[in-house]
Nanobody, 125 residues
């Protein structure tokens, strides 16, 4: 069974930075697309960023220029670098992995098969 596990969530002040990490047992970062999703208080879950097996990326407009998705295939780890954090970034952040062998990037939840338990990011003054 593929089980993504996120880490790195914390409470920070506006303007601060965090880096989230995700490692998925039974899954190779070099073999399938991966993404980050988030769900804030009273909001639906939304796609934040996605990275394909070739390193191609996609971002939701609200984080573009502030967040960077990347991966280290040697460490089999996915990252989300979050800079210039805003209170509206407060959410539970989830790591997701798509079917191995697929070439796409996607911010759509139904495209992903495997989900982590989430890590909490809180941005407040």
């Amino acid at each position: 069974r593929v089980q993504p596990v996120e880490s790195g969530g914390d409470s920070v002040q506006p303007g601060g930075s965090l880096r989230l990490s995700c490692t998925a047992s039974g899954y190779s970062t070099r073999r399938g697309p991966m993404g980050w999703f988030r769900q804030g208080p009273g909001k639906e879950r939304e796609g934040v960023a996605s990275i394909g097996i070739s390193g191609n990326t996609a971002y939701v407009g609200s984080v573009k220029g502030r967040f960077t998705i990347s991966k280290d295939n040697a460490k089999n780890t996915l990252f989300l670098q979050m800079n210039s954090l805003k209170p509206e970034d407060t959410a539970m952040y989830y790591c997701a992995a798509g079917p191995p062998g697929q070439q796409w990037t996607s911010l759509d939840e139904p495209h992903y098969d495997y989900w982590g338990q989430g890590t909490q990011v809180t941005v407040s003054s």
